[in-house]
């Protein structure tokens, strides 16, 4: 008789293989092999991973410094059309795609949407060439908790690898980035480097990608479900970006247990706040209704969970095309016509001002919800550099411009006319009376701008 832990050892692979087939256990001599099927789906798709580099340009330090960046990518199409993060190509400026046999070539970037942190991204193909491989798609809400799944990519910029696991979570919710989205859960490694390569089933399809690794926490990593990504493509494909539409609602679920709050109903969501000024508020929505449907189709969030779908559901309707609400206020049924207007850009442009020596970025109401509190408009201080005039003077990073000496600082242009001014006349008047706003406060900081830290 085999032992207690020689027993559990021979049933082990009967369990792993009725994991993946989907059955009871078959007897011994018919089963499959656990390897043959981690094999079969790697073969299908590996050759279809990249490495992605990108030199980025960007404004962090005050000045702008072009960096590389790496990452992953896998390909969708016989033509070299490639999925990856958007967090991979922000700000590139030259991205380039090493294939499975060693070839490289450059590419252009399509089209991207940093909400739902994706991109899509051409290859420069030789029409002459053969198709190439690319993945095909499965069916992400068909996953379970315990299914197996291997992340492609190339971590730590080790060119391609792949790991195996299973899905831990399949309806995650995390608090700062499911907005539209929940994410697939998995403890199959996502390091720095595999954002944007595919999470794969064992049929070999794709059905998340990469995105999210938590430092030093084992077996947690994060991919966006194929069917958001489903949802957004085409517009990525026909217009380079989401055109996302914005209503003004903060939704809040039946049972929120983070605020420890139960709402007595079994269907709607709540509207938790109403944006001051919004289509929603224009509309008679108010704070604490329930809406129960939208467009006559119900709606209910229990929890979390609950909500990144439904916000994807009212941000992907027509802009300017008006939307009919049930909602419930005190017992009472009404409906209400509320017309969203265009989201629009949800990251200020930037640029950097020499001599001067920090870098502006425009406020945005999406991107930066606490300046935007003070200020609707205007620029704020996104970067220093160190040394540095602005630096030395006692400025600080999100300062928002004011006035730079008579002139009134109510956008990019504002300043950039300000900056070229002040250098204009730098031998006679190397300084200029800055006021900001910092918080609630304003201060007035004197910017001397004789230096030239450039030839430091």
């Known amino acids: 008789m085999p032992t207690g832990l020689a027993r559990i050892a021979s049933v082990f692979p009967l369990l792993i293989c009725s994991a993946l087939c989907g059955a009871v256990p078959p007897q011994l001599p018919g089963a499959q092999d656990f390897r043959s099927i981690v094999q079969a789906a790697k073969d299908r798709v590996f050759p279809t991973v990249v490495y992605v580099r990108c030199l980025a340009e960007t404004t962090d330090s005050g000045r702008r410094m072009t960096s590389a960046v790496t990452g992953s990518g896998v390909l969708i199409s016989p033509r070299g059309e490639l999925l990856t993060n958007w967090h991979v190509i922000d700000k590139a400026i030259e991205v380039r795609c090493l294939l499975h046999d060693g070839r490289a070539f450059p590419a252009r970037v399509v089209g991207h949407d940093k909400s739902i942190d994706i991109a899509l991204v051409q290859l420069e193909y030789p029409e002459s060439e053969p ?3 690319f993945a095909e798609t499965g069916d992400s809400g068909a996953l379970a908790e315990g299914d197996f799944v291997m992340s492609m990519g190339a971590p730590w910029g080790l060119n391609r690898s792949v790991a195996i696991g299973i ?3 399949t309806r995650r919710f995390l608090e700062e980035e499911s907005e539209y989205s929940l ?3 998995t403890d199959a490694p996502i390091n720095p480097g595999n954002s944007g390569g595919p999470l794969v089933d064992t049929s070999g399809k794709v059905i998340g990608i990469n995105t999210l690794g938590i430092g030093g926490a084992e077996g947690l990593g994060f991919a966006i479900p194929f069917a ?20 003004g609602l903060e939704l809040q679920p039946l049972h929120d247990f983070n605020r420890n709050i139960s709402f007595d109903a079994t269907e709607g969501v709540i509207v938790a706040e109403v944006e001051p000024d919004s289509p929603a508020q224009r509309g008679g929505i108010q704070s604490r209704d329930r809406i129960l449907s939208i467009e006559g189709i119900p709606v209910t969030a229990m929890t979390h969970e609950d909500l990144p779908e439904i916000r994807r559901r009212l941000a992907l309707r027509p802009v300017d095309v008006p939307v009919v609400f049930e909602i419930d206020r005190t017992g009472r049924t009404e409906k209400l016509t509320v017309t969203p207007r265009a989201k629009g850009e949800v990251e200020g442009k930037e640029r950097e001002f020499p001599r001067f020596d920090f870098a502006l970025k425009e406020i945005n109401q999406f991107d930066n919800e606490d300046l935007y509190f003070y200020q609707k408009e205007g620029v704020f201080i996104h970067g220093l550099r160190r040394p540095g005039n602005a630096a030395s003077a006692g400025f600080s990073e999100k300062d928002i411009l004011v006035r730079i000496g008579s002139r009134e600082i109510r956008s990019m242009a504002d300043a950039a006319a300000a900056h070229e001014e002040a250098l204009r006349d730098i031998e006679a008047k190397p300084r200029v009376v800055v006021q900001v706003r910092r918080g609630p406060s304003i201060r007035q900081i004197v910017l001397e701008f004789s230096r030239d830290y450039s030839k430091k």
């Open 131 to 133: 198709s190439l491989p």
């Open 228 to 247: 958001t990504v489903r949802d957004v493509l085409g517009q990525i494909r026909e217009h380079g970006a989401v055109r996302w539409t914005w209503f």
């Open 167 to 169: 899905i831990s979570c």
């Open 183 to 185: 994410w697939l859960q």
